[in-house]
C-alpha cells in the first residue's frame, strides 16, 4: 500500500525554524525520487527539495538553498525538510512525494503525494 504521512508543519515567526518529517511506506520509499513541494493560495504547486534514492544527489529551488535542508532515513523510511531562516513567502501548504522517474526536480517524476502539513511564517 502506498502511504506518505506528513508532519511537523505549524506556525512560526519569520526567521525561526520547522522540520518536517514524512513517513513512507516501505515499497514508496524505493522511489527513485523523494521531495517536497509546496502549494500557497492562489499559486501553482512549486518544488521545494528533492532526494535521489542513495540520497546522495539533491536539489533545491533557488528560493530556498542555504535555508532548506533535504534528507532521508532509510532505517525509518522516513525523509525530511529542516527549514532555517524561515521567510513569510515560505507560507504555504507543504506535501511529500515519491515517484520513479529519473529527473527528481521535475513534478513529472513523482508518482504519489501525501496529504500536506500547513507552514505559515509571521512576518
Known amino acids: 500500500q502506498v502511504q506518505l504521512v506528513e508532519s511537523g508543519g505549524g506556525s512560526v515567526q519569520a526567521g525561526g525554524s520547522l522540520r518536517l518529517s514524512c513517513a513512507v511506506s516501505?515499497?514508496?520509499?524505493?522511489?527513485?525520487?523523494m521531495g517536497w513541494f509546496r502549494q500557497a493560495p492562489g499559486k501553482e504547486r512549486e518544488g521545494v527539495a528533492g532526494?535521489?534514492?542513495?540520497?546522495?544527489?539533491?536539489y533545491y529551488a533557488d528560493s530556498v538553498k542555504g535555508r532548506f535542508t533535504i534528507s532521508r532515513d532509510n532505517a525509518k523510511n522516513t525523509m525530511y525538510l529542516q527549514m532555517n531562516s524561515l521567510k513569510p513567502e515560505d507560507t504555504a501548504m507543504y506535501y511529500c512525494a515519491a515517484g520513479r522517474g529519473g529527473i527528481c526536480s521535475s513534478v513529472y517524476a513523482y508518482n504519489y503525494w501525501g496529504q500536506g502539513t500547513q507552514v505559515t511564517v509571521s512576518s
Open positions: 532526494i535521489y534514492y542513495g540520497g546522495r544527489r539533491t
Open positions: 516501505p515499497y514508496t520509499y524505493s522511489s527513485n525520487c
